[in-house]
T-cell receptor
Framework: GQQLNQSPQSMFIQEGEDVSMNCTSSSIFNTWLWYKQDPGEGPVLLIALYKAGELTSNGRLTAQFGITRKDSFLNISASIPSDVGIYFCAGQLRNNNDMRFGAGTRLTVKP | DAGVTQSPTHLIKTRGQHVTLRCSPISGHKSVSWYQQVLGQGPQFIFQYYEKEERGRGNFPDRFSARQFPNYSSELNVNALLLGDSALYLC??????????????FGPGTRLTVT
């Protein structure tokens, strides 16, 4: 099926460090989105990407839509303790109305 | 402004029972989607509704059904509950359906436990 492979599964970093995570697929996606989920809450939209090669920033977050349309990455610069949570990539398949999610990257930031 | 609201927040049911989960979208949003999130995994798409019509369906059995009302709120129904239906059920709303927009805003979810 059209799975999204998200890596790494988990990361343990020191406050102030930069973070990078990515999503890959064997299928082509029209849209890539990145969400953050805190315990007991629903995912919160961070960044949406619509064009191959697009690079978009939201504060300390930067995400890119891969040129092949099959991958995306998310970078977080100068991490802070409130960055802790699970980050999900999600993609909208071409000619399909549903959204596919990766399994998530669990980020832990040590003060 | 109120975000997406879901009720109830938690629910415990017995195998074989049925359940109804409710969702109110953000004011002005006409599209609602439902997702199932099993512990340790990403959300999995169940249904998408727009203007009371089903616009998308994920790979879930017919025990799962949903509907959208004229005020754009929505219900998800699950019949003949199985232990494997235990999960966080998320509702997400958007202004318009895909492909007009793919930016969805999630509610806090309903935690369903089937015993």
């Amino acid at each position: 099926g059209q799975q999204l492979n998200q890596s790494p599964q988990s990361m343990f970093i020191q406050e102030g460090e930069d973070v990078s995570m990515n999503c890959t697929s064997s299928s082509i996606f029209n849209t890539w989105l990145w969400y953050k989920q805190d315990p007991g809450e629903g995912p919160v939209l961070l960044i949406a990407l619509y064009k191959a090669g697009e690079l978009t920033s939201n504060g300390r977050l930067t995400a890119q839509f891969g040129i092949t349309r099959k991958d995306s990455f998310l970078n977080i610069s100068a991490s802070i303790p409130s960055d802790v949570g699970i980050y999900f990539c999600a993609g909208q398949l071409r000619n399909n109305n549903d959204m596919r999610f990766g399994a998530g990257t669990r980020l832990t930031v040590k003060p | 402004d109120a975000g997406v609201t879901q009720s109830p927040t938690h629910l415990i049911k017995t195998r074989g029972q049925h359940v109804t989960l409710r969702c109110s979208p953000i004011s002005g949003h006409k599209s609602v989607s439902w997702y199932q999130q099993v512990l340790g995994q990403g959300p999995q798409f169940i249904f998408q509704y727009y203007e009371k019509e089903e616009r998308g369906r994920g790979n879930f059995p017919d025990r799962f059904s949903a509907r959208q009302f004229p005020n754009y709120s929505s219900e998800l129904n699950v019949n003949a509950l199985l232990l494997g239906d235990s999960a966080l059920y998320l509702c997400a709303s958007s202004l318009e359906p895909p492909p007009l927009t793919y930016e969805q805003y999630f509610g806090p979810g309903t935690r369903l436990t089937v015993t």
